[in-house]
């Protein structure tokens, strides 16, 4: 058996650090307001393709996230997508997604995108309310959204909206709206996210000197608890933490993620998984443009772990999925037996009834669900 | 020849010197009678410039030069230094001539805070004379009102000194008024001086000379001398010092310490000028000090005697044990530095014979040691050395005083930890040890200084005005009570100017309980302490209030609980962690995610799991929190 840390990838990941402005609550790899910098960006990322002695290479998935994909357009889109097709040709009925900003949806560049071989578009919505928006620092309103939702299920074969909950001064009811709205407008696929704080944000800091008010946790959780209701409800599945789908529009490529699949990354910030080593690549993009053009490698942190580790690494990752994590599936996939692994931890949680287990299946429960960062690190140390 | 480059303690060279220094100059003072030696001892509040009119006096008699002074002369380790507080008592052997005769003045140095009472009284014990040190602004403080009062009980001719006497607002008429008022001596007989510009320094030698008594032994009578203080030196062992009471102590005779039992050779004898020179021997009246390659302080007790081996004398009295009046566990943070702590506490132990150590074991903080003190004072200089000399982290329960219980078999326990407090039915009396505290502060803070007292169960014994504006105060107080936090408290409550001491008056009893916290229903033996029983509800509250904040939030409640006996009095809970869980997990998340979780183990690990609950280091000290404002 090989393990699934040593087969050969069927996904890329391309991360497009562009951005007009960075959002308050963003840490993420990008740079604002730097279009100047998306041709050397696209040579770059040339150059690092090009150092792969493994391309082209045949993908069943390939994902491109942000920053703003969509701030790549015409001439750069199409460079942008020539290279993919050379160097990740998508196999028949592959999954390609691109994420966009609702603020740069139009008929054109959907189009474009659809004959690109794009299938799937993931809209940065986050909310369909004005007041929510401008809370978040967003740059488009609850009309633009609902307009560029309408216009992508219109075109594309797929369309998932992000949003997010626990936004200051948000409450219960204004969070069902956005729920329902979003419901109503017909989307195959939804992403919901509380809001974080994260250092390096500037709601960090805001937050730090007391001018953002948090919702304090009881509400988040019941805001979290009534997404999951309502979409329920509404005919979606609950397949991983924050993910819900309607049958069928589960996204591919995130799920490489959490059941330890291979994958290529390529540009600042990304994190690519090949042949049992995670590496991450340098997360500013000027660094990242730099060390290519000099011929040096983009790589800025590397972790191997040893086939324990992988196994354990599959396991917590997998239990994310609300399908859980199959005995038969895991020992077939890492050569280790859950049981033996997971031990004492597993136990516990299943006495305390964080975990269920029909016997092949272990899957978190409810209660597990909602606390379940705190069950992680006791697993992984297993 | 010249001391050049004299440090203090003296090492291999500077021993050398003083050899040969000896030899040239043919140095004898062992040759004065004892009519010609004066021996006494400085007390002050701290600050009042005892140290300073030391090293004058040094100076001034020519014992050292000027420029070859480190200030302070007298105060030794480093560590007293940077607190500006003398913990050992020292003695320097002077020679200053008036008129035509040469004298032997040995000064006496002794500690200045009241963990150091014993020692204080043993080197006074040494002395017929005492200077008492009051600085011209800031007068009598309670330091001072304590110390006269253990001069005056070891009969000493106090000469009443005003120091600072060169400062712009000095007011030296009230102050002569309030030692008269404070502590009955004479005002007309204050000299007035500036240890600092020298003023008065000569005028006071002449004093001392006519004044304090001359020595009374009997050089030809059987041996008895006075051990009041000893230190350890890397290359010599023990050094004892001693104050010759009858008799002599002679280079290479058999001595015997008479309270400890063992029998040594003097391998050396000799005085300190300041630095350690060698003489045949030292005669009754005279002060210096004994080698006899004894190689731990352990053997050597201050207050013993040291008389011959054979038809030896009786032991002079006032001997005592040294008195551990407060108790604290140390613990190494990470169990596996146990072996490394226990190196590390008898290594101070060598130095420092009223530190003692045993080793105890808690469940909730695994093997450590149960560690007794002189006081609080004493707790903090051993912590101190403990972190500069060891590389162990500590975790420390909170301190207690140590208690007497009397059970219904009549048997009579000493308690060092709270843990070992019998059962209540058991006990017959709680008895707590209760100190006379003098507070000495200007009169407008009389009223939050009583407030203060009351609040911890204070007795008032009587309120003295010292001038118009000065009064000082006297409370019988629970030791427990006046440890912790009064000296900090009192310096709020008075704006800096309050000062206290105080003195053991002996156990008495009192209603008192065991005050058990319980986290999750388990008791938490290192969290226990002992208290009044009328305060028991407030400081259970108030600590169970602490622990709930310093307990992170579990995936289950937590109940932190203060009982006495099964009977709970309090009671916090730490809600269970109700959401945890981080929405985005994609490609790039899970190398940080493993990191991160990396982190929070190592974090853990810092803890002690009490069951499944894990508490943080720091609660351990929360049982200090007395609820009080």
Redesign the interface.
């Known amino acids: 058996m090989v393990p699934l840390w040593q087969r050969p990838p069927r996904a890329v990941?391309l991360h497009v650090p562009f951005c007009r402005r960075r959002c308050g609550y963003c840490n993420f790899t990008l740079v604002a307001g730097r279009s100047d910098l998306i041709q050397p960006y696209l040579d770059s990322i040339a150059l690092e393709m090009a150092a792969y002695d493994d391309l082209p290479c045949q993908v069943d998935t390939i994902f491109l996230?942000g920053g703003t994909p969509s701030q790549v357009r015409d001439d750069h889109w199409r460079q942008l997508a020539a290279m993919l097709h050379r160097n990740f040709p998508l196999s028949a009925d592959g999954e390609w997604s691109v994420e966009v900003n609702p603020e740069d949806v139009d008929r054109g560049y959907l189009e474009q995108l659809r004959t690109d071989g794009v299938t799937r578009v993931s809209l940065g919505v986050q909310s369909l309310s004005d007041d929510k928006l401008r809370t978040l620092e967003r740059e488009h309103t609850g009309q633009q959204a609902r307009d560029a939702i309408q216009l992508a299920i219109d075109i594309m074969d797929t369309v998932s909206a992000d949003l997010i909950f626990a936004a200051p001064n948000e409450t219960l009811s204004r969070w069902k709206d956005d729920l329902a709205s979003v419901i109503d407008l017909g989307v195959d696929h939804i992403s919901?996210?509380?809001l974080?704080f994260e250092q390096g944000a500037a709601f960090w800091s805001q937050r730090g000197k007391g001018l953002l008010k948090t919702v304090g946790?009881?509400l988040?959780?019941d805001m979290?608890l009534l997404a999951i209701e309502s979409l329920i409800g509404a005919g979606f599945e609950h397949y991983e933490?924050?993910n819900f789908a309607r049958p069928g529009n589960r996204c591919r490529h995130?799920e490489c993620?959490?059941t330890g699949a291979t994958?290529h990354?390529i540009g600042p910030?990304?994190?690519?998984?090949l042949k049992g080593r995670?590496e991450?690549n340098h997360r500013s993009t000027t660094e990242y443009l730099r060390r290519l053009q000099e011929g040096r490698s983009p790589v800025a942190?590397s972790?191997e772990a040893d086939d324990r580790e992988r196994a354990l690494?599959v396991l917590v990752?997998g239990l994310?999925r609300i399908d859980g994590v199959d005995r038969d599936w895991f020992l077939a996939n890492t050569g280790f037996n859950l049981d033996d692994l997971g031990g004492q931890a597993l136990q516990e949680y299943r006495g305390?009834g964080?975990l269920q287990d029909d016997g092949r299946r272990i899957a978190l429960s409810r209660r597990g669900?909602?606390?379940?960062?705190?069950?992680?690190?006791?697993l992984?140390?297993s | 020849m010249q001391l050049v480059g004299l440090i203090w303690p003296c090492n291999g060279l500077n021993r050398r010197l003083s050899e040969n220094l000896n030899r040239r100059d043919g140095l004898n003072l062992t040759s004065i009678p004892t009519k010609n030696i004066r021996n006494f001892c400085i007390i002050a509040h701290i600050d009042h410039g005892k140290s300073t009119l030391a090293d004058r006096m040094l100076e001034s008699t020519g014992t050292v030069e000027n420029r070859n002074q480190k200030t302070q002369l007298l105060d030794d380790m480093e560590l007293e230094r940077a607190r500006g507080i003398t913990i050992k008592a020292r003695a320097v052997a002077m020679k200053y001539r008036l008129g035509e005769t040469t004298y032997e003045l040995n000064l006496i140095d002794t500690p200045g805070h009241v963990d150091f009472q014993y020692e204080v009284s043993r080197s006074m014990a040494c002395c017929e004379g005492a200077l008492l040190v009051v600085d011209a602004f800031q007068g009598v403080e309670a330091q001072t009102v304590a110390n006269t009062y253990a001069a005056v009980d070891q009969e000493l001719t106090i000469l009443p000194v005003i120091n600072k006497i060169d400062l712009q607002n000095a007011r030296v008429d009230e102050i002569i008024a309030e030692i008269e008022q404070t502590l009955g001596i004479d005002g007309t007989e204050a000299m007035p001086v500036s240890a600092k510009t020298g003023v008065g320094i000569d005028d006071l030698l002449t004093t001392i000379i006519e004044r304090v008594p001359a020595p009374v032994g009997d050089p030809d009578g059987p041996l008895q001398a006075m051990v009041f203080d000893s230190h350890y030196d890397a290359y010599r062992g023990v050094i004892t010092y001693v104050r010759v009471i009858n008799g002599r102590l002679r280079r290479g005779e058999k001595i015997r310490f008479l309270r400890g039992g063992s029998t040594h050779e003097l391998m050396e004898v000799g005085q300190f000028r300041p630095q350690q020179i060698a003489c045949d021997e030292l005669s009754a009246g005279q002060v210096g000090y004994v080698i006899c390659n004894i190689k731990s302080l352990s053997q050597v007790h201050v207050g013993d005697t040291i008389g011959t081996v054979k038809h030896s004398a009786e032991p002079l009295t006032g001997y005592k044990e040294p008195n551990r009046m407060v108790y604290c566990g140390l613990y190494p943070s990470d169990g596996q530095d146990f072996s490394e702590l226990r190196d590390a506490l008898n290594k101070l132990a060598i130095n420092d014979p009223s530190f003692e150590f045993e080793p105890e074991t808690s469940d909730a903080l695994g093997f450590g040691f149960r560690c007794g003190f002189l006081g609080l004072l004493h707790m903090e200089i051993v912590q101190q050395r403990l972190e500069q000399e060891s590389s162990v982290d500590l975790v420390q329960t909170a301190p207690n005083v140590t208690y007497e219980i009397a059970l219904t078999t009549g048997k009579v326990l000493e308690i060092h930890k709270p843990q070992d407090v019998p059962n209540v039915g058991d006990i017959e009396e709680f008895r707590q040890p209760i100190v006379r505290v003098n507070f000495v502060l200007p009169v407008e803070y009389i009223g939050s200084t009583i407030k203060l007292c009351q609040d911890r169960r204070g007795i008032r014994q009587g309120t003295e005005y010292l001038s118009p504006t000065r009064a000082m105060l006297t409370y019988d107080l629970p030791l427990a009570e006046v440890i912790y936090d009064l000296h900090d408290k009192l310096k709020s409550a008075t704006r800096g100017y309050g000062t206290m001491d105080y003195e053991l008056l002996g156990y008495f009893p009192a209603d008192l309980v065991k005050l058990d916290m319980l986290v999750n229903g388990k008791c938490v033996d290192a969290l226990s302490v002992i208290c009044h029983r009328a305060d028991a509800d407030r400081r259970g509250r108030a600590v169970a209030k602490k622990l709930k904040s310093e307990i992170e939030r579990h995936m289950f409640e937590v109940a932190v609980q203060a009982a006495i006996g099964s009977r709970v009095i309090a009671r916090e809970t730490v809600p269970a962690l109700r959401k945890n869980v981080t929405a985005k997990c994609y490609g790039g998340d899970i190398s940080r995610k493993k990191k991160l979780w990396a982190k929070q183990r190592e974090g853990k690990k810092r803890m002690k799991s009490i069951g499944k609950v894990d508490i943080p280091q720091k609660a351990f000290m929360a049982v200090l929190d007395t609820g009080q404002e």
């Not at chain 1, 910030?269 to 998984?273: E, N, Q, T, V, W």
């Not at chain 1, 669900?369 to 006791?378: A, P």
């Open positions: 990941y996230g919901t996210y509380g974080t946790e009881e988040e959780l979290y933490i924050s995130n993620y959490w994958y990354a910030g990304a994190a690519r998984h995670r991450t942190e972790d690494e990752f994310r305390e964080w669900l909602v606390i379940s960062d705190s069950l992680w690190g006791r992984l140390a």
